[in-house]
């Protein structure tokens, strides 16, 4: 039976191909924006394509949380289950008629065979194998066989699987992208047709990728030990042989390759929760193991657009060693990121956490949109992660009889807090409200308690912080003023003050 065969293609085509098994792994973003840029550089296509072959670990919704990542990234792809395109389908649980002329001429021309082994009878021979310090792998006792034969054997069951058959002379090296001249260890006779009648992923990914027209596949470095299995499929099945592009690993701080187990940030959907910039996102898993771009002075500017990273990108650029991945200099760049959105658009990506967090309404009134807008650049320089911003924003939206005093608001009180707190009210309360703007309350309030009371000015407000934000650290003392108005001002400043009792911190 001849091998169905896709049209060659005229330009790169790339794809990412992640399993609907939970939340996406930042590593798919990882790979898609290499893709993508390599893509986009040279006039190709990105693909997405779902990889569900292991029923047993699917997870509903996943599937739909890979396109929304990858949206909310603006890694756009051309092709893809919810998009269609003209090597459809594009979920592999939808292509199993198409791997089954493939096995079938492997098994006819002798380069994979059925194998009858239980699961009992494999476990039974990798405890054997490790406790005899054997190579582990399978020990070939279907290879041969008929189906008749093997059943007079231990360990057999009814519905057997179909297995590579590796031969001693398997070539074992390719020239990576990345990596240069590579090789892998020798692999054992992997199975290839499940007893289900799905694929394993080195079938499919084989299939799946020639009949697809992708001409580079990018993924990690953990996955070199696969390639000489699909290399060797390639040859059998006489397919053209897509060039190979293995990635550094994302490693935390002990050097282990991330994963979701363990770090709670190796799940994609974390950094949208947390309050990241897709754009600052980008920014840093392009660091991970691209160079900063160097300006004609030779000075380094990691910051940079993902148009500008796909405008120089190179895989011979591509570090080969992992890079750890530093949250701290990924929230550097994020208030980077942050501090030079236009204020609008600030506003724009912070509401949906100010509503999720209960400060505002899921319909806030015009009144509390105003007030939102003219807080925002209060904030602004104030935060790294958009969730920051909640316990900052909070308390202008609370009643004054209802604002907490954060315990390390209170603790940092000096004694005299009260004498503060008695001239800054005994100040305010005479102030018109055409003076109420944050000029005329910074000179009213320097002169009461900067120059009356003789306080220096980086002790003299601390008081007046706590009582109107409640916080240790808050957005600019006289511009919340201005916004809060006089009533609330001289609320919040006499709660504070009945608080102190005798006048004592």
Same mark, same amino acid.
């Given at each position: ?36 840029? +390599? ?19 699917? &997870? ?19 092709? *893809? ?103 892998? @260890?020798? @692999? ?9 009648? +799905? ?109 500008? +990273? ?33 204020? *609008? ?15 505002? @309404? ?30 900052? &924003?909070?308390?202008? +939206? ?55 009371? *003789? ?45 102190? *009792?005798?006048?004592?911190?």
């Amino acid at each position: 039976m001849s091998t169905p065969t896709a049209s060659p293609a005229t330009s790169p085509r790339l794809r990412v191909a992640p399993s609907p098994t939970g939340d996406p792994h930042v590593g798919t973003a990882y790979m898609s924006m290499f893709d993508v840029a +390599f893509a986009h550089k040279h006039g190709g296509k990105f693909i997405v394509r779902i990889e569900d072959t292991d029923r047993t670990r699917l &997870v509903e919704g996943a599937e739909q949380q890979v396109y929304d990542t990858l949206s909310w990234l603006d890694l756009q792809w051309d092709e *893809g289950p919810d998009k269609g395109g003209p090597y459809a389908p594009y979920r592999q649980s939808d292509r199993l008629a198409t791997y089954k002329p493939y096995v079938d001429r492997l098994l006819a021309d002798g380069h994979a065979y059925l194998c009858w082994c239980s699961t009992e009878r494999l476990s039974q021979m990798r405890e054997m194998q490790q406790k005899t310090k054997q190579p582990t792998g399978y020990d070939r006792m279907c290879l041969g066989k008929t189906r008749e034969q093997r059943a007079e054997l231990p360990g057999f069951t009814e519905t057997p699987v179909v297995r590579m058959h590796i031969p001693d002379d398997v070539d074992l090296t390719w020239d990576d992208l990345v990596m240069g001249a590579s090789s892998a @260890p020798r @692999p054992d006779d992997q199975v290839i047709l499940k007893a289900d009648g +799905f694929p394993t992923y080195h079938l499919a990914v084989v299939v799946d990728d020639h009949e697809m027209g992708i001409t580079h596949v990018v993924r990690g470095q953990d996955w070199m030990s696969s390639t000489p299995k699909q290399l060797l499929l390639y040859t059998w099945l006489d397919l053209p042989t897509p060039r190979f592009a293995h990635m550094p690993q994302l490693l935390e701080a002990s050097k282990k390759k991330i994963s979701k187990r363990r770090n709670p940030w190796a799940r994609l959907t974390w950094f949208q929760e947390n309050g990241y910039l897709p754009e600052a996102l980008l920014n840093f898993l392009a660091l991970q193991c691209y160079p900063p771009i160097v300006e004609a002075d030779g000075s380094e500017r990691e910051i940079f657009t993902f148009a500008e +990273f796909t405008q120089r990108f190179e895989w011979a650029h591509v570090k080969r060693a992992g890079a750890i991945f530093n949250l701290d200099k990924l929230n550097w760049l994020n208030g980077h990121y942050i501090r030079e959105l236009a204020v *609008g658009d600030l506003t724009d990506r912070l509401l949906p956490f100010l509503q999720r967090d209960g400060v505002l @309404p899921a319909e806030p009134s015009a009144e509390q949109v105003e007030r939102f807008a003219q807080i925002v650049p209060l904030v602004q320089t104030r935060i790294n992660l958009l969730t920051e911003a909640t316990a900052l &924003v909070a308390p202008f +939206f609370l009643p004054d009889d209802a604002l907490p005093i954060a315990d390390d608001a209170r603790a940092q009180l000096k004694d005299g807090a009260a004498e503060v707190l008695d001239a800054a009210i005994g100040a305010l309360e005479s102030l018109g409200e055409s003076d109420w703007t944050a000029a005329g309350l910074e000179e009213a309030l320097r002169a009461a308690i900067v120059d009356g009371l *003789g306080i220096k000015p980086r002790l003299a407000f601390g008081p007046l912080r706590t009582a109107v934000s409640g916080q240790r650290i808050s957005p600019p003392l006289f511009e919340s003023m201005e916004i809060i108005g006089k009533g609330s001002t001289l609320a919040r400043l006499a709660a504070l003050r009945t608080s102190l *009792g005798d006048g004592q911190a």
